[in-house]
């Protein structure tokens, strides 16, 4: 616990533009280690472990890159109706690394699959075998080096002998801060609500656009909850839920080979089952999900590298959702707009421009601009209200919020972003120096 | 001729990127006149009149956004066979003012025709009417800014006046500097070839990525010939050679609302009439003209904001050319990419990162990298004599060559760039303080 921890109640953790985040607890049926097996030069955890002694249902969704890591590869095929961990390591990628690469997950799955099955032996009532397709893998960090086989291995022993049965915020904290690269704060976030008469736990942790020396920007989310939901159910609840928040974020526009967000049911909350996606006992569950899931997404956004400002814009009224989605991205990764954003500059034309450019459909003579509740064009023209003035005022505000309104139609889309800086400059291209 | 003529020779102007400008002069039935009506704050000329006495045939290409300026609405409504003239403003893009905008080019036409018509009547053998639909405009500049058309209608007499029937390069580096906004270097570009037994001159100037106060990343591209070749094969020509050259150049992804090129023929080089784009006679031209456009789109990226690298990108054996052409964008567009060039660093992974994400089919087994004439990745693998060292010293150069191999097919495409420096973010962030 010396990585990071006894500052943790440091401003440095507290995040002005989304807010401090909760305290995580318990799950019922997760354990949790964290250990450093050296991958870095200076001493901090480096290696994560989420643990299901009874096995978990899941989902994961996957980077849309056409070039994937190792491990994205290795839980593609993983097809096993549970599975038993998910081993997060940092500071290697395993993308571009080949069949060695992969080789170097099947020998850890199998020696921690063993390693666990005998702790299932001496620990549990009813001791059950773990498969090496039962470990999934993350890996976050330099693509194309070598991957650390060694060094993992040697510390397998070291990871399950520290496992914890029972969590705390401090064990919550000391994971979040296990799976970061150059994030500057731990991402976690919480909800609770019922199905039916249970009450269920959804807890996250995130890591975000860390593109330093490991560099990528690689994010990672994972969602943890002791409701008791089948794999193909919550397979939907990810691809619905994901859309609208870690689909929603983007900080410059690079897409890394490691992208994953998963999310894992223990079901010890012993909820009647559920046997549709459609049952309504479910809405508050897949809207508690979506909670945890945004205050996840933003805070990657909020944490992006150099970011000074997070950035919400939403384009409204439009004729598809496709649209409204192109031009908030259009918007989101304009490195003018964003450089203008950093520099207060209420340099409305450049929003423009990226509307223009999205190529969806536009008609300038209906189209509406707002910046928080400033309104600049209306319908076309610069509104008669207009004052330079208030508009620069309102862009020294950490939070800016960007409005379009097309009047084409009733579709909307939101998106999450930060500002370009100089740090993102220096943050990644004078890492060496 | 004060705005910057005087340094002309020092190595400000210079590109050792691309390589010192050629010299302009004469072409025959063009007439330049360049003056300043205080549209900046500072000393400086902002309006260029190009006039064809005898008229011109000519083509136009335009940005492909959805939200257009006024003069280009303007000039798409052209269809007159010939046109008498172009006027290009800098620093009010005449984009979302509406209908005053519009009407502003109206009047300015109105009264510029005239004046013209007055010149043919004293100066010509056979004086023609000027419609004032054969003027054209071309504005680069703030957007959203009401249209300075007093500022221009008061100076029409003095721009008519300060006419120039005979060109020499300074005149020509006047008016290439008259259309600068944020560019450090004014950009000219020539080349001559024989249609049949007459030689034909091919000139162009061109303004690029300037967008510090005048806000947009305007791409201006103008190329005058004496060819006599009619419109609709200048049309041809400028269509397909775009594609290769201004079309391949990206500074930002950013897409203005004004972007055009235009090639204008006077015919005074009295060639036999051409009547087909696929005669023969006209390779030489087709190809001298690319040369000439390519070389100017190559300044625009080698002069882009901040730019301290000028970076070639080819995509090779790709299965089509909408793939590599992707690829190369993917790459170019990518901040990461960019940051690491500007810092110089042997940072492969994430131009592998930006391959992956184009979403353009790839086999990473076949997939190979060079950079320069070093290969890193052999057919997926890092190949067995890759040197961190020589790659980190090939990064110093100023001109970057990148290239990626698919093994997929046969088509190619060649993108042009530069790197994203901390200048970028200073002008486009800071440019108020």
Redesign the interface.
Known sequence: MDFGINNFFDKKYKDSKIGHFQDLEHIDGLSISTISCGLYKEKRDDLVLFYFRDGATYANVY??????SENIKWNKKTNDKKVFGILINTRN?N??T?KDGYNSLRKISLNLSKLLTSKQISDEDKPKEVKPSQILFACTG???EKFPENKILNNINNLVEKIKYTQNKLIWIKAALGIMTTDTKPKLSMAECKIGNSLVKIYGIAKGSG?IFP???TTLGFIFTDANISSSILKKILSQNIKTTFNAVTC??????NDMVSIFSTGKANNKEIKSFKDPKLKQFIKSVHQVMLNLAKRVASDGEGATKFITIKCINSKTEKDAKNICFSIA????VK??V??Q?P????I???????????R?EK?SLFMGSNII?NK???DKNYSENVFAEYMKNENIDITVDLSLGTKNFTAYTMD???E???I??????
Chains 1, 2 share one sequence.
Do not use: C, H
């Open positions: 980077t849309q890159s056409r070039l994937v990628a993308a571009l080949g330099t693509i194309g593109m560099n990528m920007a410059d526009g690079d897409t890394s080979t990764n304009s490195p003018l450089t203008a950093f520099g500059d340099n409305w034309g450049r423009v421009m990226a509307i223009g450019k999205s190529g969806a459909p536009v300038e189209l064009l076309g023209k610069l370009l800086s100089k993102y400059i220096e990644n291209a004078d890492y060496r120096s």
